[in-house]
Each structure stands twice: as C-alpha cells, then as structure tokens.
C-alpha cells in the first residue's frame, strides 16, 4: 500500500515537473513576441513594445487566474492554499500556468498587428477582456468544461471531433482574427499609404526579428510537444512534426519570398503555427508539407493584405496568425488521414467547421470590444504623439536614451 502511494507521489510530481518546464518554455516565446515586434517597428516605437508584451503578460496572468481558467475549466483557485495544492502536486496550478501562456499569446498576437499607433490603456483593456473572457469561453468549447457538448455537435455533422491538439484554431487562428478588425478599426499609420499608393515602411532592426523568431521557434516545442499534459503522454511524433513543419515553412519561404530574411524567419513561425492542429496525428512528410503551404500562404497573403486590400497590419499577424491558424486546423483533417501517413480518425467536415466557427466567434468578439472602446475612449494616437513616436509620447524615454541626449 505504501508502495502505491509512492508511486502515485512520484507520478504526480513527475507531471508537475514535466509541464511546469512547458510552461516556462512557452513563457519564453513572449520574449520571442517581443523581440519580433521590436525588430519589425521603427526605433521610435521599440520601448512601446515590450513594454506592451510584459504589461499584457502580466495583466493575463491576474484575469486569466480570477476569471479565465474557471470559465475554461471550471476549476476556482479561490481557496485556501492547503487545497490548491490537494493530492496531485498542485497540478492544477501548474496546468493553469502552461494554459495561461496560451491566453497571453492573444494580446501579444494583437499587440503586433496594432503596432506604432495605438493607445496603451485601451489595448491593455481590450487584452484583458481577451485574455479573461473571450478566449476561455471558447477554449471550453473544444479543450475545457463545454467541450463534450460541442464535440458531440461536431462528430455529428462530420462523423468526428474537432482536433486541435496544441491550438492552431484556439490560440492562433483566434489570436490572428481578433486582430483583424482592430487594425482596420485603427487605420493606417501616417504615411504608410499615401493617395491610394503603398509605400511600405522598413523594419528597424533585422537582428531584433530573427532573435525573436528563433526564441519562438524554440518554446514552440514546449508550446507543442507539453500540450501532452502528462509525462505518459509525451509524444515523439509531435516533436519531430513540429521540426519538419517549421523547415518546410523556411524553406518555402526562401523560395516565395526570394530570400527575404523577414519572410524567412516568420515562414518558421508560419510552419509551426500550421503544425499545432494535427501535430499528434500527421506523418513527418505530412507535417513538412503543411509547414511549406502554411509559408507560401503567409508570404501571399502578407502581400495581398497590405498592397490590395490595404490594410495596415505590422507584422501580418492576419495573414500568419489568423488565415495559417485556419490553415492548421483544416490541414489536420487532411493531413491527418491514413491514406496520407497519419493517424486517422479525423474528419475534413469538422475541421472545417471548427476552424469556420472559430474565425467568426473571433471576428465578432473583436468588433464588440474594439468598436465600444473606439466610441468611448477611442484606440488611436493622435497625430503629433504618432509621429514622435509611441516611447516618447507615451513612456517618456525611447529605447537609445543616449542618442536622445546627443
């Protein structure tokens, strides 16, 4: 009997162990975030944004703990700490970390497409209500407490569950899409489209970029390979899935972008964000395959977005978060199939319907938020603090204070 319980002990505390290292892994990406954005904006706009990704963080942290977690899961940490900590290790609270590293992705993904021109409190507000309500609800739906009534809803029309094994649709696809309407919502930046022609405003600092894609690139395999949850569960085809669509999603780009070193770097981050869905269930080849189409997609819907339509989204957080979230989740009903390699027991209908339900919960949640917001204390800058710039106007010192002096 003794036996057993230290078993059972030991056990619990090797899951803790294992998805606290994926929380601290994925906790890393926001530096990925971070250092992205950095690389991406003008230099008058650098100390804006990490400022936004650490504020963000650490204000999804708080409404992700009070509201977010329970309306995912059903499970309240307003108790005392003895039963928070129960029988398993405190499991709960670790798996709560790993799952806020998820919800803080929604304003980081925000954060980048809104970029040099918005007002800080605002989006900080609109990322709590993200973070704390929005995503969670929907997280129920296909992860938490909800999940069993919707999956039956899908396995009816489709003849299987909707699968998104590490969160292309929640987390990307729903990041991405909210994004969509606040950057529109917003406008352009000044200058960046003048009398209907484009003229595209340079990245500041291509080292800062490809920091930040790498630093994503890495806590993307605690990102995908700990959604296992448990140490029982860890999978080596999800690691080397995630591998094998991150280069494909390089490569591809290499070739669609005609070696543009931004292209490069996000066609990685575009490999990955496709591979989440069905990382657990495609063939490697699959899985590269999905990873170059994800790249090829990004690089023309990058292009397509900004000098067709217009539309003013800084880092292509739409076109690599959203419509590549999409991607993932339909790539996984196809890609997933036997008579391609995988797993099976995935069906196109759901995933299809999954990612189409995703996109327009996303969509209308993000016009809800950001219209109110932009009718009562309005999302833009105005004009002079736009053009000095985001650290000055609004953190009081930019990120090169000596040249400032000089």
């Known amino acids: 009997m003794e036996t ?3 078993m059972t002990g030991l056990k619990s505390s090797a899951d803790v162990l294992f998805l606290m290292l994926g929380s601290v892994m994925v906790f890393a990406m926001h530096a990925g975030f971070a250092f992205l954005e950095v690389g991406t904006v003008r ?3 650098q100390v804006n944004a990490l400022v936004k990704i650490l504020t963000d963080w650490s204000v999804s942290t708080v409404v992700y703990f009070v509201l977010g977690f329970p309306i995912a899961y059903g499970i309240s940490f307003l108790k005392p700490a003895g ?3 129960g029988t398993s290790q405190g499991y709960d609270l670790v798996h709560f970390f790993f799952l806020l590293c998820f919800a803080a992705c929604i304003p980081a993904i925000i954060s ?3 970029a040099e021109r918005a007002k800080f409190w605002p989006q900080v507000i609109a990322g709590a209500i993200f973070a704390g309500i929005s995503y969670p609800l929907f997280e129920s739906f296909v992860w938490g407490q909800n999940a069993t009534h919707m999956q039956s809803l899908f396995k009816s029309i489709g003849g299987a569950e909707f699968h998104d094994y590490a969160g292309s649709v929640v987390v990307h696809s729903i990041g991405g899409w ?3 309407p606040a950057v529109i919502i917003l406008g352009p930046r000044m200058g960046r489209f003048i009398r209907g022609k484009s003229h595209p405003i340079l990245v500041s600092n291509i080292p800062f970029l490809s920091l930040g894609s790498w630093i994503l690139a890495v806590g993307w395999f605690g990102f995908n390979v700990m959604s296992a949850g448990n140490l029982e569960k860890i999978s080596g085809l999800v690691a080397v899935n995630s591998l094998m669509a991150m ?3 390089v ?5 669609a972008g005609k070696n543009d070193p931004g292209f490069i770097h996000n066609g990685a981050l575009a490999g990955l964000i496709a591979v989440c869905a069905g990382s657990d269930i495609m063939h490697p080849l699959g899985a590269f395959a999905v990873g170059c189409i994800a790249s090829i ?5 990058f292009h397509f977005e900004q000098e067709k339509l217009k539309i003013d989204d800084v880092l292509g957080v739409w076109p690599l978060h959203g419509i590549i979230g999409t991607w993932g989740g339909i790539a996984a009903g196809i890609f997933g199939q036997k008579f391609l390699g995988g797993m099976g027991g995935v069906s196109f209908i759901s995933q299809f319907a999954g990612s189409v339900g995703a996109i327009i919960f996303a969509v209308v949640s993000s016009c809800i938020v950001y219209g109110l917001l932009n009718k009562t204390v309005g999302i833009r800058l105005d004009q002079e603090d736009e053009f000095n710039g985001a650290d000055l106007s609004i953190h009081k010192i930019g990120a090169y204070p000596e040249d400032s002096i000089r």
């Open 112 to 114: 980048g497409g809104i």
């Open 83 to 85: 039963e928070l900590l």
């Open 297 to 301: 997609l990004f690089v023309y819907g």
């Open 4 to 6: 057993m319980s230290t």
């Open 251 to 255: 490569l591809a780009a290499l070739i």
């Open 43 to 45: 230099k008058k706009n």
């Open 247 to 249: 280069v494909g999603g």
């Open 178 to 180: 909210i994004a969509l």
